[in-house]
């Protein structure tokens, strides 16, 4: 696809998305205890497994803070907006099948993949359509640590504009 059949912000219009098509994510992200006591805090969320590292060590299995995973899956769906969303989102429907299947730490860096699972276009709106994204997060390791489905409402590629005579 050539940058002129983009949005201007770089994002895909819903035509432009196809079912099956796997895209991995030029950037990755370590992640910090900033990050961590940042978000931890900004939602009012007092759980030690996050922002207390003497009751990790001494008290949990891991030994040390675990990303807060709400973070990690905003992480993971901001990664991907650059090479698909950006500035073609009408918003986001819904995240189904959240799941975290292994442990993300301080100092860990994430790579993420999103694939095209689905699209159908829109019944109320002709101008644009519903695209099924299935992201993915992986340590530097190569484990998954977080993955989602997401439906977001998308726009489709504006009509081109006709020359008056």
């Known amino acids: 696809m050539t940058d002129s059949m983009r949005h201007k912000r770089g994002g895909l219009y819903f035509e432009d998305f196809e079912v099956?098509?796997?895209?991995?994510?030029?950037?990755?992200?370590?992640?910090?205890?900033?990050?961590?006591?940042?978000?931890?805090?900004?939602?009012?969320?007092?759980?030690?497994?996050?922002i207390d590292a003497?009751?990790?060590?001494?008290?949990?299995?891991?030994?040390?803070?675990?990303?807060?995973?709400?973070?990690t899956l905003g992480l993971m769906i901001g990664i991907s907006v650059n090479d698909?969303?950006?500035g073609t989102t009408i918003g986001n429907l819904g995240m189904t099948d959240v799941v975290f299947p292994a442990p993300l730490f301080e100092g860990d860096t994430i790579a993420c993949?999103?694939?095209?699972?689905?699209?159908?276009?829109?019944?109320?709106?002709?101008?644009?359509?519903?695209?099924?994204f299935q992201h993915k997060a992986f340590r530097q390791d190569g484990?998954?640590?977080?993955?989602?489905r997401r439906q977001a409402f998308m726009r489709k590629r504006p009509a081109p504009a006709t020359v008056a005579a």
């Open 20 to 50: 099956g098509a796997v895209i991995a994510h030029r950037l990755t992200r370590t992640v910090t205890q900033m990050d961590n006591m940042l978000f931890s805090n900004m939602t009012l969320n007092p759980q030690p497994l996050h």
């Open 54 to 71: 003497h009751f990790c060590a001494t008290e949990t299995e891991w030994g040390r803070p675990l990303m807060n995973s709400l973070f």
């Open 84 to 86: 698909t969303t950006v």
């Open 113 to 132: 993949t999103t694939e095209i699972v689905a699209k159908r276009e829109s019944r109320s709106r002709p101008d644009a359509g519903i695209v099924e």
């Open 143 to 148: 484990v998954l640590v977080a993955q989602c």
